[in-house]
């Protein structure tokens, strides 16, 4: 673990993390993951119709003081070490082992990298055109795929493991768009 990953760690290790209702990537699909968003998300369809929200908003989580630290070094790490990549959002994951789905909400590539003590734990992408896969070991590496076309799941694990994935919600030419 470089030093900038040791400083992301030492931040996400400092912080509760809630339960985020995500059915469709929870193993038992009760959705009692434990994650949190930085950057972009995007609003659901009812809550835009119903209530008038934008399509997309920044996280509750980006705007919460507690959070900053991490907020700030999180950026900061995607931004040095994949300078090139536009990204919107970091889904952070605190020992959660993703079902296998594909991140419908995604557009293009994402990048992924694991942080932390722990065995196993590898990215599990399958082959588009049939049921084969791959199975990557993303511990203190960097790894990237498309997310929102390729299912994918997290390998069983011990140990303390955390995922960072960076994603993009929308194209950089897109952002003059209403946000």
Same mark, same amino acid.
């Given at each position: ?6 400083? $992301? ?5 400092? @912080?509760?993390?809630? *339960?985020?209702?995500?059915?469709? $990537? ?10 949190? $968003? ?43 070490e994949i300078p090139d990549f536009f ?21 293009? $590539?994402?990048? *992924?990298?694991? @942080? ?38 997290? @390998? ?17 030419d897109d952002v003059k768009m209403e946000?």
């Amino acid at each position: 673990m470089n030093v900038q990953h040791k400083t $992301v760690f030492n931040e996400i290790n400092k @912080l509760e993390f809630k *339960i985020q209702a995500r059915h469709n $990537v929870t193993a038992d699909h009760k959705g009692n993951n434990r994650g949190i $968003v930085v950057g972009y998300i995007k609003n659901r369809e009812y809550y835009i119709q119903q209530f008038g929200y934008p399509k997309y908003a920044i996280s509750r989580t980006s705007k919460t003081i507690k959070y900053n630290n991490l907020f700030y070094e999180a950026f900061m790490m995607g931004l040095c070490e994949i300078p090139d990549f536009f990204f919107t959002s970091i889904q952070i994951n605190k020992n959660h082992k993703c079902c296998k789905h594909i991140d419908s909400f995604n557009i293009g $590539v994402s990048y *992924i990298i694991g @942080l932390g003590d722990y065995t196993g734990g590898e990215l599990r992408i399958y082959n588009k055109k049939d049921d084969s896969y791959e199975d990557i070991d993303i511990r203190n590496k960097w790894y990237s795929f498309n997310g929102s076309k390729q299912y994918h799941e997290t @390998l069983p694990f011990t140990g303390e493991r955390y995922s960072l994935v960076y994603y993009k919600l929308f194209n950089e030419d897109d952002v003059k768009m209403e946000i």
